[in-house]
């Protein structure tokens, strides 16, 4: 399934009209707040939809933050999920539901 991101190679986290560049260490905050980490302006996001972070055992993984819309990986609801390289995350069950991507170099954004 798509390139591991598990390496030391520069991650990011992509959507349809932006990139963020993920650090090992630190958890990242999804959400429509502003003051999230990554802030996803959008109807169906939560404001703190979710976290993404890096585990040594599993690599970048995804954590519902008890959105009220959820999180699918590849179209399967998750509270929890590795992200393994061209993953896509939504948050939220509809097809107009910000797609994010997970990938390590060349990226596109799963619609």
Request: proline share 5%; with cysteine.
């Amino acid at each position: 399934m798509g390139q591991d991101t598990r390496a030391a190679d520069v991650v990011h986290l992509i959507s349809d009209d932006a990139a963020w560049p993920l650090e090992v260490g630190r958890t990242y905050r999804l959400g429509r707040d502003p003051h999230c980490d990554i802030c996803i302006p959008h109807q169906e996001v939560s404001r703190a939809h979710a976290e993404v972070f890096y585990d040594s055992t599993s690599g970048w993984s995804i954590r519902d933050g008890r959105s009220l819309n959820g999180v699918y990986v590849d179209g399967r609801k998750v509270s929890q999920a590795s992200l393994d390289g061209g993953a896509g995350v939504a948050l939220g069950p509809s097809p107009e539901a910000r797609c994010v991507g997970l990938v390590s170099m060349a990226c596109r954004c799963l619609t």
